[in-house]
C-alpha cells in the first residue's frame, strides 16, 4: 500500500493538450540502440511505462541528413521511411498508459555527417565539435527557412507516429538552436545575430512552427540547458539563462530544464550528489505558469516530494535511475520504495552511446536484454523443480546470480570466504567517492537476506574437496579476480622483472588498507595502464596520506576510458587540484632504490622519478584456481561447475552483475542460445 506521504507523485499533470498519470517523467537520454536496434528500442522504452513512468521519450531523433551523426545510434526522423521504427516506441509506451515524447534534433556544427557526406550547418563557420577534419558552413536565410521547414515536417511526422509530446531542443550544446543562442557559435550580424533578441528569433519561430504544426494534439515541450558551468564565458542560470525563460515563459506547454553540457547535466556520483542540479533550475517556477520538469539523478521518493512541495518542479525527470529501475514508480505507488534498485551515478548506461553500442547497467543487467534475450528487470518465472546451487564467492557476480536463482525458487547456498559481502564492490566502496556503488551489493543483501530460501556463510572459504563433499547439483565459482603486480596491462604484455627492486603495493593491498598501515613519507608513484578510473582513485587516497604522488601512464591523458562516461576531465583536474603530479605518455622502463626510471611513449628518452612505494595499476588475473581444482577431479556427481564474473574474465562490475544474471537465466532456461538480431536483413538487389 502506497505511503500517503507520496501521493502527490501520482497527481496527473496536464501539458498542453496532454494530460499525464503522474509526476514520473522521463526525459529523453541516450540508449545506443536508436534506429539501428528499432525492436530493443522499442521495447526498453515499453518496459519503462509498465514500470510506471508516466511519460516515456525518445533521445534525440535526428531530422535531416544535414544533422548525421553516425556511428552513433540514435533516433532518426529523415523522412517518412523512419516513422515505422518509431511507431514501435509509442505503441509500445501507450500499452502502459504512459505518454510517448519525441525529442527533435538538429545537430548543427556538432555532426560531421560521416554518412550523409553532407556539410554540417552552423549559426556562423565553425570547426565540427568532432574530432573529424570537417567545417561547418554558415547558413544563409534561405537554409535558416529549409530549417524550419524540416523541423515542421519532422513533427508532423511525428504526430503520425503517435507521439503526444514533441520537443524544441536547445541543449547540451549539441542542438543548432542552442548555437544560434550562444554568442561564442553565433557571429552572425543580420536578424538572426547580434543581440541577445535576434539570437532567441530562431529558437521562438521553431516553437511557434511547431505549435501551429501540431500544438492542436500534440504538447510542445522545450529543452533548455540554463546554465553551462562557464562563469561568463557561457550561459548562466542567473542571467541569459533566467532571460530565455522570462521571454518565452508561455509560449511552451512544459519547460524541460537543465546543464548544459552533457558532462555537466549527468555528473557522476564520484564528483555530485542527488538533485546537483537544484541551485540552477530552481527558479524557472517562478517566471511561467507551464509544468517544468528536471533531473539531478532522483532516487529517494522523499526528495522528489520535496522539489515538488517547495515550487520547484512540477514533474520528476529522471534518465538514469529509470534505467537502473525502470519500475521506480510502480515501487513507490505500491509501498516497495525501499526495494528501489537506485542508480549508482557510475555512467557505465551513457558509455554505450558514446561507444556506439547498446548500453549497460552496473545495477540492472537487463538493460539492452528486454528484447534481444528476453531479459524483464523485475519478473524471474518461478520454475517447478527446484536444484541446489552453491555458490563460491559473494561479489556483484555471486550475489546477482544467488538472487536471480532464489526469485525463480531454487535452493541456493552462498559462501563467502571473507567477512564482508559484496566482494570488489564492497572494497572499492571504501574509495574516496565511490561510496554509492555500494548500492550494488546492498540491493542484493535486501532480496538474498529476506528469502526462505537462501542460506548465505560468511568466513566461508571453500575447498575443491569442501565443495565435493557438499552434495550441491551445480556449483557456481565467483571467487573474482586479483590486481597484478608485475605490470602487465594494455602496454607490457611481459612481467616488468625490475618492479620489485624497492616497496610495491598491489590495488588490493591498498583497498585492504596497507597503505594507511605503511610507515613511508617517500613519495609514491601510481603507474596506471588500467586507464579507467581507479589509478586516479588511488592516487586520491595516496595524496590523503600527505605524502607527494607521482601519476604516471603510458596514455595522453589520465583516464582516457572515462571520457566514454563523461568524467575525464573532472577526473584530471582533480588531480591536478589536489597537487599531485601528471606524467603522460609515459612507461616504467626500469627501477633502483628510491626511484624509478620511466622512458617517452614516443622518443624512449629516459629519465629518473622519485619513488619510495611503486602501485601499479594494470590488469588482474582470476581467481580460477578452484575451477582448474575441480575440473582435474572426478565430478561426476555434480551437474555443473561453472566460473561466472571476474573470475572467469576480470572486467567491469557491470560486467560481474551481467555474468552472475546471464549464468542464472541460463541455469533456468529462460535465455535463448542465440540472441536475436536486428543486423540481418534480406538481400536487395
Known amino acids: 500500500m502506497r505511503d500517503a506521504?507520496?501521493?502527490?507523485?501520482?497527481?496527473?499533470?496536464?501539458?498542453?493538450?496532454?494530460?499525464?498519470?503522474?509526476?514520473?517523467?522521463?526525459?529523453?537520454?541516450?540508449?545506443g540502440m536508436g534506429y539501428r536496434y528499432p525492436n530493443a528500442e522499442?521495447?526498453?522504452?515499453?518496459?519503462?511505462?509498465?514500470?510506471?513512468?508516466?511519460?516515456?521519450?525518445?533521445?534525440?531523433?535526428?531530422?535531416?541528413?544535414?544533422?548525421?551523426?553516425?556511428?552513433?545510434?540514435?533516433?532518426?526522423?529523415?523522412?517518412?521511411?523512419?516513422?515505422?521504427?518509431?511507431?514501435m516506441v509509442t505503441e509500445a509506451v501507450h500499452a502502459h498508459g504512459s505518454l510517448?515524447?519525441?525529442?527533435?534534433?538538429?545537430?548543427?556544427?556538432?555532426?560531421?555527417?560521416?554518412?550523409?557526406?553532407?556539410?554540417?550547418?552552423?549559426?556562423?563557420?565553425?570547426?565540427?565539435?568532432?574530432?573529424?577534419?570537417?567545417?561547418?558552413?554558415?547558413?544563409?536565410?534561405?537554409?535558416?527557412?529549409?530549417?524550419?521547414?524540416?523541423?515542421?515536417?519532422?513533427?508532423?511526422?511525428?504526430?503520425?507516429?503517435?507521439?503526444?509530446?514533441?520537443?524544441?531542443?536547445?541543449?547540451?550544446?549539441?542542438?543548432?538552436?542552442?548555437?544560434?543562442?550562444?554568442?561564442?557559435?553565433?557571429?552572425?550580424?543580420?536578424?538572426?545575430?547580434?543581440?541577445?533578441t535576434n539570437r532567441l528569433r530562431l529558437f521562438r519561430e521553431v516553437i511557434?512552427?511547431?505549435?501551429?504544426?501540431?500544438?492542436?494534439?500534440?504538447?510542445?515541450?522545450?529543452?533548455?540547458?540554463?546554465?553551462e558551468l562557464m562563469g561568463e564565458d557561457g550561459l548562466r542560470h542567473d542571467v541569459e539563462g533566467h532571460d530565455i525563460i522570462a521571454a518565452l515563459a508561455e509560449e511552451p506547454d512544459l519547460w524541460d530544464v537543465?546543464?548544459?553540457?552533457?558532462?555537466?547535466?549527468?555528473?557522476?556520483?564520484?564528483?555530485?550528489?542527488?538533485?546537483?542540479?537544484?541551485?540552477?533550475?530552481?527558479f524557472v517556477k517562478s517566471l511561467t505558469s507551464k509544468p517544468v520538469v528536471g533531473v539531478g539523478r532522483y532516487t529517494s521518493p522523499d526528495a522528489m516530494v520535496a522539489m515538488i512541495t517547495q515550487g520547484h518542479l512540477d514533474l520528476i525527470g529522471a534518465a538514469r535511475p529509470s534505467i537502473a529501475d525502470p519500475f521506480?514508480?510502480?515501487?513507490?505507488?505500491?509501498?516497495?520504495?525501499?526495494?528501489i534498485r537506485e542508480c549508482i551515478g557510475c555512467n557505465i548506461c551513457v558509455s554505450g552511446d558514446n561507444t556506439a553500442v547498446p548500453m549497460r547497467c552496473t545495477q540492472n543487467p537487463a538493460v539492452g536484454e528486454e528484447w534481444r534475450r528476453g531479459w524483464h528487470p523485475e519478473h524471474v518465472v518461478r520454475t517447478d523443480d527446484a536444484a541446489t546451487y552453491l555458490i563460491v564467492g559473494g561479489g556483484p557476480a555471486g550475489l546477482e546470480a544467488a538472487q536471480t536463482l532464489a526469485k525463480a525458487g531454487q535452493n541456493v547456498k552462498l559462501a563467502e570466504a571473507g567477512g564482508d559481502w559484496g566482494g570488489r564492490v564492497t572494497r572499492e566502496a571504501r574509495l574516496p567517492g565511490l561510496s554509492a556503488w555500494g548500492r550494488v551489493r546492498d540491493w542484493r543483501l535486501q532480496h538474498l537476506t529476506t528469502a526462505a530460501n537462501v542460506e548465505m556463510y560468511l568466513h566461508s572459504p571453500m575447498t575443491a574437496e569442501d565443495i565435493l563433499a557438499f552434495g550441491a547439483d551445480h556449483v557456481v565459482l565467483a571467487t573474482g579476480a586479483r590486481w597484478r603486480d608485475d605490470g602487465v596491462g594494455k602496454t607490457h604484455r611481459v612481467p616488468l622483472g625490475f618492479l620489485r627492486k624497492g616497496p610495491l603495493m598491489t590495488p588490493d593491498d591498498v583497498m585492504a588498507g596497507a597503505?594507511?598501515?605503511?610507515?613511508?613519507?617517500?613519495?609514491?608513484?601510481?603507474?596506471?595502464?588500467?586507464?579507467?578510473?581507479?589509478?586516479?582513485?588511488?592516487a586520491e587516497a595516496a595524496a590523503a596520506t600527505g605524502r607527494e604522488v607521482i601519476f604516471i601512464t603510458p596514455a595522453s591523458m589520465v583516464a582516457p576510458w572515462s571520457d566514454h562516461t563523461l568524467e575525464q576531465m573532472r577526473i584530471q583536474k582533480q588531480l591536478i587540484e589536489k597537487g599531485i603530479t601528471i606524467m603522460t605518455s609515459t612507461l616504467l622502463s626500469g627501477r633502483d632504490a628510491g626511484q624509478v626510471t620511466v622512458a617517452c611513449v614516443y622518443s624512449g628518452q629516459q629519465h629518473h622519478v622519485p619513488a619510495e612505494l611503486l602501485i601499479p595499476v594494470t590488469s588482474r588475473l582470476p581467481n580460477d584456481e578452484l575451477l582448474h581444482q575441480l575440473n582435474a577431479r572426478?565430478?561426476?556427481?555434480?551437474?555443473?561447475?561453472?566460473?561466472?564474473?571476474?573470475?572467469?574474465?576480470?572486467?567491469?562490475?557491470?560486467?560481474?552483475?551481467?555474468?552472475?544474471?546471464?549464468?542464472?537465466?541460463?541455469?533456468?532456461?529462460?535465455?535463448?542460445?542465440?540472441?536475436?538480431?536486428?543486423?540481418?536483413?534480406?538481400?536487395?538487389?
Open 328 to 339: 521506480l514508480p510502480h515501487k513507490i505507488e505500491h509501498g516497495l520504495q525501499d526495494q
Open 208 to 227: 511557434a512552427d511547431t505549435k501551429d504544426a501540431v500544438g492542436d494534439s500534440m504538447a510542445i515541450a522545450v529543452r533548455l540547458a540554463v546554465d
Open 258 to 282: 537543465n546543464l548544459s553540457d552533457w558532462s555537466n547535466d549527468s555528473q557522476t556520483a564520484r564528483f555530485t550528489a542527488e538533485g546537483y542540479q537544484n541551485p540552477y533550475t530552481g
Open 515 to 538: 597503505l594507511r598501515e605503511d610507515a613511508g613519507s617517500g613519495p609514491i608513484v601510481i603507474y596506471d595502464d588500467d586507464q579507467f578510473y581507479l589509478g586516479s582513485v588511488l
Open 634 to 685: 572426478n565430478t561426476d556427481a555434480i551437474t555443473s561447475v561453472t566460473a561466472i564474473g571476474d573470475a572467469y574474465s576480470p572486467g567491469l562490475i557491470a560486467m560481474a552483475v551481467y555474468s552472475g544474471h546471464d549464468y542464472a537465466m541460463t541455469a533456468l532456461g529462460h535465455t535463448a542460445a542465440d540472441p536475436r538480431r536486428e543486423d540481418v536483413v534480406a538481400r536487395q538487389d
Open 42 to 87: 522499442a521495447r526498453f522504452r515499453g518496459i519503462k511505462a509498465e514500470g510506471g513512468w508516466g511519460v516515456v521519450s525518445t533521445q534525440e531523433v535526428e531530422i535531416h541528413p544535414t544533422s548525421d551523426l553516425t556511428p552513433y545510434n540514435e533516433g532518426r526522423l529523415w523522412d517518412d521511411r523512419d516513422i515505422p521504427a518509431l511507431e
Open 5 to 31: 506521504r507520496y501521493d502527490v507523485l501520482f497527481e496527473p499533470v496536464q501539458i498542453g493538450p496532454v494530460k499525464t498519470r503522474n509526476r514520473f517523467y522521463q526525459v529523453p537520454h541516450c540508449t
Open 100 to 196: 510517448a515524447a519525441i525529442q527533435l534534433v538538429h545537430n548543427g556544427h556538432h555532426s560531421s555527417n560521416r554518412m550523409s557526406r553532407l556539410s554540417p550547418m552552423a549559426p556562423s563557420v565553425a570547426a565540427s565539435a568532432s574530432m573529424d577534419p570537417v567545417q561547418a558552413r554558415a547558413m544563409s536565410l534561405s537554409d535558416i527557412k529549409d530549417f524550419r521547414k524540416w523541423h515542421v515536417d519532422a513533427a508532423r511526422r511525428a504526430k503520425r507516429a503517435g507521439f503526444d509530446i514533441v520537443y524544441v531542443y536547445a541543449g547540451h550544446d549539441m542542438s543548432l538552436l542552442q548555437h544560434f543562442l550562444l554568442s561564442r557559435h553565433n557571429h552572425r550580424s543580420d536578424d538572426y545575430g547580434g543581440s541577445f
